[in-house]
């Protein structure tokens, strides 16, 4: 789907700043373009003043809703299948939709993408076979797709490393003379407020300021590294980190798809035209699990998590849609049957993925093979025929 030009940069009409309206609904200062109820609002000023709006068409509008709920469906559907022991784990995204999706969508087709292993509405956004996870997480291979090709990278299981890749790429990117121009190479890297305390994060601050790397550094705020809230975190703003290490920060609603977009098309074009890295905070709600393996009852309250689907990126996009008549009921009920036309195909997928031969595993370790490599292949061969024959 293609996208406008959101205008982020527009000086002509300076926005009101939030400071009044967040103290008095005692919410966090950050850009924001649609309200929880799903009231428009023109425009929003950062911390440094930039002002931040979308021009989107109906069209537009109505693809951006349409991602928002295939790729939760697609998310409930893998959460579904680990469940019933189909997948070995899965980390959902659910009320990090429109983060991902805005920030996807705000990627031009040059740029690169450095994800967690969260980041399934990103990958949804570039054009990847939503399959391709499932099989990382099922364990019948390594992900499946080509970095290069669609640019964006494996996912990254280990906190925080995908920062340094990112920095070390966008260093490349930079050296190869290619930023400068509106064809410039950006890169965008992912992670979550838990990683800002990983040293691998901070020495990538570093290394990105340092080299004045074309990257943004987008964190998914969700409020929890597993189970240690953000006050466990950081005594101030994770986007006011930024500014010790030199380079601008910026905090947006993370639940909202049209200030995600905005905000991360204006930082990815200040990289590209050569201005260096910048970090985003997606002030975001993780509603689900850590992973399936966690249990978040354990700690926080049921209140806490009403509080925040009262902010659902879903429910105040289309009450936004319906507000301003740019669909009808026909729409919804269309797109909901995609969704779910999409997620059944998508479990029947899964299922009938073969299970690798075990001693595939050998397979890719190096390129060419080795000695020592084909001496514990046969080791392993030799250990798994013992159990021919047997109730094992």
């Known amino acids: 789907m293609a996208k406008g030009d959101p205008g982020a940069a527009t000086r002509s009409k300076r926005a009101a700043p939030r400071t009044k309206r967040a103290a008095a609904t005692g919410e966090p200062e950050l850009v924001q373009l649609l309200t929880p109820e799903g009231e428009r609002i023109e425009s929003a000023l950062g911390p440094d003043g930039t002002e931040y709006r979308v021009d989107f068409t109906d069209e537009e509008y109505r693809g951006l809703y349409r991602d928002l709920v295939l790729v939760r469906k697609l998310d409930a559907e ?8 189909e997948l070995g784990l899965w980390a959902s995204l659910l ?63 280990v906190i925080g490393a995908q920062t340094l890749h990112a920095t070390g790429y966008a260093m490349g990117v930079a050296m190869d003379g290619k930023t400068g121009s509106d064809e410039g190479e950006a890169v965008i890297a992912y992670f979550g407020d838990g990683a800002t305390s990983q040293g691998d994060v901070n020495e990538a601050f570093v ?18 590294a597993i189970s240690e809230p953000l006050e466990r975190q950081t005594r101030v703003p994770l986007y006011q980190r930024a500014g010790g290490f030199g380079f601008p920060g910026v905090r947006v609603d993370g639940n909202d798809v049209l200030a995600s977009y905005a905000v991360t098309r204006h930082a990815l074009d200040n990289a590209r035209h050569g201005q260096g890295p910048s970090l985003i905070e997606a ?42 008549q740019i669909v ?41 093979g080795s000695p020592e490599l084909d001496e514990q292949r046969a080791q392993f061969s030799k250990y798994l025929e013992s159990f021919e024959g047997s109730a094992h």
């Open 95 to 157: 009320g990090q939709e429109a983060a991902q999706v805005g920030s996807g969508r705000a990627l031009r087709t040059q740029d690169m993408a450095f994800p967690t292993y969260r980041e399934h509405g990103v990958l949804y956004c570039r054009g990847i076979d939503p399959i391709m996870p499932l099989g990382l997480f099922r364990g019948v291979d390594q992900g499946g797709w080509d970095p290069n090709e669609f640019k964006f990278n494996m996912y990254t299981i």
């Open 207 to 224: 290394w990105a300021s340092v080299f004045n790397a074309p990257l943004v550094f987008f964190c998914q705020n969700n409020q929890y």
């Open 78 to 85: 893998a959460t579904a299948l680990q469940r019933q022991g």
């Open 283 to 324: 002030y975001t709600y993780r509603m689900g699990a850590h992973t399936t393996s966690d249990d978040p009852t354990r700690y926080r309250i049921a209140s806490e998590v009403e509080a925040w689907q009262a902010k659902d990126p879903i429910a105040r996009m289309k009450a936004f849609l319906t507000k301003q």
């Open 328 to 368: 009808d009921e026909s729409f919804f009920a269309e797109v909901d049957e995609q969704a779910r036309a999409e997620s059944v195909h998508l479990r029947e997928r899964v299922l009938a993925m073969p299970d690798p031969e075990p001693v595939t595993m050998f397979d890719h370790v190096y390129p060419n």
